[in-house]
């Protein structure tokens, strides 16, 4: 599943994944974004492969911004990334 989400003022984030069991799997984070530092993309990934497929967003988020606390994200945030989630398990809807 693919879902992309482009930050407002900020820039894009693509999240890749599969389900497997009602679970988030081999979950791949991109985009044109910047962290620092480069392990942030690594601690972000694990945080959420695992995850229900029916997580809410705001926990997502949340989940992400633990992952992320000692980083600094630059071009996207934690709410752009569970949006690019969402979109991946809404088959990239809108």
Known sequence: MHGEYKIPGGKLVVVDLNVADGALRDVVLSGD???????????????????????????????????????ELLGITPEGVAEAVRRALQGGAQ
């Open 33 to 71: 974004f910047f962290l620092e530092p480069a392990e942030a993309l690594e601690w972000m990934t694990a945080a959420l492969d695992g995850l229900p497929a029916d997580t809410p967003v705001e926990t997502i988020a949340a989940r992400v911004r633990d992952a992320a606390a000692h980083a």
